[in-house]
């Protein structure tokens, strides 16, 4: 078990650009979720795929937000036209099936935004 | 809507106990998760309740009632590297889970 996977650990961009981070989940789990924190908060969800389907997702969620998981392996999260809010941890999880399986989380990607 | 209540923090002195408590009002309930979070790190599980009642791991338990919408997170023989925040996190229907907003723990020596 190598564990969930993210990077960059950290992206310090100017606000306009367009930033893209990646999550390798544990091999073997099919769900995958993308949270953002911020400091002093729990994780908010953003969104969850089962496998390469994405069931879920914020009505939080702007459009400048989109996320993929193409083979159902690793998976992206692209944030176009960066604002200063988005400066946030961006955290990613995976788990197995199962209702009571637990989200094993990445160090997750620290994105600054200039 | 959703909504998961804890203190925001907390103070104990080593080798004491301490609980944590969390309440939640959510559409709909699929199992309850603690997780432990160090400054800057990734959240890590602790315990995971579905059904009335206390689970014990270890220095750690916690206790659920649903038809209160109550749990709490016990943590026995407090030690220094117990300073952590503590977030309690609700699946609800489908697979989303909603996180509270996290107990940050002092322990004191």
């Known amino acids: 078990d190598t564990g969930v996977s993210q990077n960059p650990r950290h992206k310090i961009t100017k606000r306009g650009q367009n930033v893209t981070f990646r999550c390798d989940p544990i091999?073997?789990?099919?769900?995958l979720y993308w949270y953002r924190q911020t400091l002093g908060q729990g994780p908010e969800f953003l969104t969850y795929?089962?496998?390469?389907?994405?069931?879920?997702k914020s009505r939080l969620l702007s459009d400048r937000f989109s996320a993929e998981r193409p083979k159902g392996s690793f998976s992206t999260l692209e944030i176009q036209r960066t604002e200063q809010g988005d400066s946030a941890m961006y955290l990613c999880?995976?788990?197995?099936?199962?209702?009571?399986?637990?989200?094993?989380f990445g160090d997750g990607t620290r994105l600054s935004i200039l | 809507g959703q909504n998961i209540d804890q203190p925001t923090e907390m103070t104990a002195t080593e080798g004491a106990i301490v609980q944590i408590n969390c309440t939640y009002q959510?559409?709909?309930?699929?199992?309850l998760f603690w997780y432990q979070q160090h400054a800057g790190e990734a959240p890590t599980f602790l315990s995971y309740?579905?059904?009335?009642g206390l689970e014990e791991k270890g220095r750690f338990s916690s206790f659920l009632s649903r038809s209160k919408g109550y749990s709490y997170l016990l943590l026995k023989e407090l030690q220094m590297k117990d300073s952590a925040s503590y977030l309690c996190?609700?699946?609800?229907?489908?697979?989303?889970?909603?996180f509270g907003p996290g107990t940050r723990l002092s322990v004191l020596p």
């Open positions: 999880a995976s788990s197995a099936d199962g209702s009571n399986q637990p989200q094993h």
């Open positions: 996190a609700v699946r609800v229907y489908g697979q989303n889970f909603v």
């Open positions: 309740n579905v059904l009335d």
């Open positions: 091999s073997e789990h099919n769900r």
């Open positions: 795929f089962q496998n390469e389907a994405q069931l879920e």
């Open positions: 959510t559409s709909g309930f699929n199992g």
